[in-house]
């Protein structure tokens, strides 16, 4: 059974930046997992922030970057802002046909 | 722009069926793959089943399969999610998600989700 692992709960300061990772249980993340980044804020649907690594969507800030680093998929705030206070999920493409969400982090903004 | 509507939430008793719909517009819907993915009370989000563009092929998460059947009519613009044998644990927000038309069809665009609640 395939985990994949966020921080459950992380905090930044107004300004700040901050990294939050997406690892696998058993492995390494690399870049064949295609790792893809989604916000959601309480009571709506999720937002497409990153895909394939490290490509932002359409209309998202240059604030967002994807990247890997060491061996875990990561999402950099950079100058958070309040209104990046949201749940963050990643994904993994694990191939034939299956994609697994990590657990997702609460990311408070104070 | 893409526009997804999800419809045919409610409220089941265990054991029951539920047809959701996916109606999707602002796009050629025959040539993307779509997605559910659900998100229980409280939880994170889970992904469900995925469909190619021409319903060639069908993913399901282990957690449903056997249980739950995606399909599409291309001629309707529409992707639906046929729920059997639904259990307490089905209970969620049911979101239908755009692919990328790539190989790893990550999840483009969201719609607005629709609940199910499965209750007696």
């Known amino acids: 059974q395939t985990v994949v692992t966020q921080e459950p709960s992380f905090s930044v300061s107004p300004g700040g930046t901050v990294t939050l990772t997406c690892g696998l249980s058993s492995g390494s993340v690399s870049t064949d997992y295609y790792p893809s980044w989604y916000q959601q804020t309480p009571g709506q649907a999720p937002h497409t922030l990153i895909y394939n690594t490290n490509t932002r969507s359409s209309g998202v800030p240059d604030r967002f970057s994807g990247s890997i680093l060491g061996d875990k998929a990561a999402l950099t705030i950079t100058g958070a802002q309040a209104d990046d206070e949201s749940d963050y999920y990643c994904?993994?493409?694990?191939?034939?046909?299956?994609?697994?969400f990590g657990g997702g982090t609460k990311l408070t903004v104070l | 722009q893409v526009q997804l509507v999800e419809s045919g939430g409610g409220v089941v008793q265990p054991g029951g069926s539920l047809r959701l719909s996916c109606a999707a517009s602002g796009f050629t819907f025959s040539t993307y793959g779509m997605h559910w993915v659900r998100q229980a009370p409280g939880k994170g989000l889970e992904w469900v089943a995925f469909i190619r563009y021409d319903g060639s092929n069908k993913y399901y998460a282990d957690s449903v399969k056997g249980r739950i059947t995606i399909s599409r009519d291309n001629s309707k613009n529409t992707l639906y999610l046929q729920m059997n044998s639904l259990r307490a644990e089905d209970t969620a927000v049911y979101y239908c998600?755009?692919?990328?038309?790539?190989?790893?069809?990550?999840?483009?665009?969201w719609g607005q989700g629709t609940l199910v609640t499965v209750s007696s």
């Open positions: 994904v993994l493409y694990m191939g034939s046909g299956i994609w697994v």
């Open positions: 998600a755009k692919g990328c038309a790539c190989s790893y069809e990550y999840f483009h665009h």
